[in-house]
């Protein structure tokens, strides 16, 4: 038995046929099939009115930066972009400082992007508080063409940290799955979907990606030798290990916070159960013991529970027990049907997709310190919620015209952006964890 999915691409016990798997590290994808589309909508509360100009000489080099960079903030929520367009700023400017101020902006960015004699690209920027006329933050790096767009979330990182004080997750990454043609690809792209590159592809499916603690590895379920086995593989390299190819399924890994085990699900003993792996495999350690189905681990940002998904009371909620097994608690009371828990790194708050009288499978929000649960979306086919590392995002998996994208939104459900590539479905996303 299984609990059921919000639609049959994610049923982890379904038969694979003959199909064989691509390795090897990561593999850039075409341009044509790379791009996202980004389309935000939905107005903040409260925001900082920034305005980024056109970075000097950037209409000669292979990214508009500074559109990079007014994407990434007006994604994130937090920040209103006054219209900057046309304006002939860089780093080394002296901004009219009331002038901006009357249109409204509270902070000033602009810069250059320079092409180099051996290639590449001498990026330049400088920050202003355009309130007290003061300087900000400045800095300078020089890139390969092939990484511009990844030094423009750099960017996007500085000026979001410098006016929040928080830390920016525009350089982090994303995992998710496509199926186009009959053929599964797990991607690895940049947190707004572009420069996706090939992880590991075949014509078997590839479900569950979860991503290290380190964001040096990726876990995932791979159904390419007939039945479901849990592998981790290096991002960089390619190289992977069996981390759970025991007797029935084995699915649904999820790393804990230390990188030290992964959680999986296992039907070894005939009944769907959660256990604990080392990294490197071995014999699993069994942490539940019911008659009914135990599935979709999720560790607590602190590495002391384990959220998971139990039918044990007639449908399918969401309890948590230690992480050393033991007795389990409800945690979810709201609606008859709530799976697919996503914890967040700064520990308030829980993810999960919950089906609604209609049968619509919507993305709720918990505060785990209250209890109170907030409807984020008002859409049919919502799945696969993860935390951006800030814990300020969500990702998430929706489908829309007829097809399935990805879907950021803020916590408040304010403000949502659709990543969405031409003629792919996507689904599965999960965030990674900030660089290290």
Known sequence: MRLPRP??????????????????????LPAAQAQFRVEISGIGASQIPVAIAPFREEDRAAVAVSQVIRSDLERSGLFRLVPAAGESLDELSR??????????????????????ADGRYDLRFRLWDAVKGA????????????DLRRAA???????????TGERGIFSTRIAYVSKSAGRYTLFVADADGEGAKVAVGGAQPIISPAWSPDGHELAYVSFESGKPVVYAQEVGSGQRRVIANLKGSNSAPAWSPDGSQ?????????????????????????????????????????????????????????????????????????????ISPALSPDGRWMAYITRNGGGAFRLQLMDLSSGTVTSLTDTNDDESPSFAPNSRLI???????????????????????????????????VWGPFGR
């Open 262 to 338: 992964i959680a999986v699900t296992l039907t070894r003993d005939g009944n769907s159960e959660i256990y604990l792996v080392g990294r490197g495999g071995g014999e699993p350690r069994r942490l539940t013991s019911a008659p009914s189905i135990e599935t979709e681990a999720a560790w607590s940002s602190d590495g002391r529970s384990i959220y998971f998904v139990s039918d044990r009371g007639g449908g399918p909620q969401i309890y948590r027990m230690s992480a050393a097994g033991g007795n389990a608690e409800r945690v979810t009371f709201s609606g008859s049907y709530n």
């Open 95 to 116: 901004p009219d400082f009331p002038a901006w101020r009357n249109r409204g902006a509270d902070a000033l960015a602009a810069g250059s992007a320079a092409r180099l």
């Open 135 to 146: 300087d900000l933050l400045g800095q300078s790096l020089a890139v390969p063409r092939d």
């Open 153 to 163: 979330h750099r960017v996007a990182d500085e000026i979001y940290q410098k006016l």
């Open 395 to 429: 990702i998430y998996a929706s489908r829309s015209g007829g097809r399935d994208v990805l879907m950021t939104t803020t916590l408040d459900g304010s403000i949502k952006a659709r990543l969405s590539p031409p003629m792919v479905d996507v689904r599965e996303p």
């Open 7 to 28: 639609s049959d691409r994610r049923h982890f016990l379904r038969q694979a046929t003959a199909g064989c798997v691509a390795l090897g590290g990561l593999a850039a």
